[in-house]
């Protein structure tokens, strides 16, 4: 079984910036878009960002396109989802996920494979 698991969530200030990363051990993430998806309390999931692995391809979010970017270092098997300027709004838990399909389909898919447990970020105004 394939588990994600995602890190660098924390509680910061209204403008604040956190790097979030999300590796997969023992399963190699190179070949395969990577999906960042939050879910706040009482709200619907919401695809984040998606980048590709075949094309190179990457989406955003109206809501963070500008101040989130997200990124890959094969090398180190990890995706990377920089979080600048953040926003009470933001406040979520996220996750990675992956439809083990090379290419996003857009910044969000109808289905996943492979998910991580999530890592909560919190912004305080």
């Known amino acids: 079984q394939v588990q994600l698991e995602e890190s660098g969530g924390g509680l910061v200030q209204s403008g604040g910036s956190l790097r979030l990363s999300c590796t997969a051990p023992?399963?190699?993430?190179?070949?395969?878009?990577i999906t960042w998806i939050r879910q706040a309390p009482g709200k619907q999931r919401e695809g984040v960002s998606c980048?590709?692995?075949?094309?190179?391809?990457?989406y955003y979010a109206d809501s963070v396109r500008g101040r989130f970017t997200v990124s890959r270092d094969n090398a180190k098997n990890t995706i990377f989802l920089q979080m600048n300027n953040l926003k009470p709004e933001d406040t979520a838990v996220y996750y990675c996920?992956?439809?083990?399909?090379?290419?996003?389909?857009?910044?969000?898919?109808?289905?996943?494979?492979?998910w991580g447990q999530g890592t909560q970020v919190s912004v305080s105004s």
């Open positions: 980048i590709s692995s075949f094309n190179g391809a990457i």
């Open positions: 996920a992956t439809d083990t399909l090379s290419n996003c389909r857009g910044v969000d898919s109808p289905r996943y494979d492979f």
């Open positions: 023992g399963f190699t993430l190179d070949y395969y878009s």
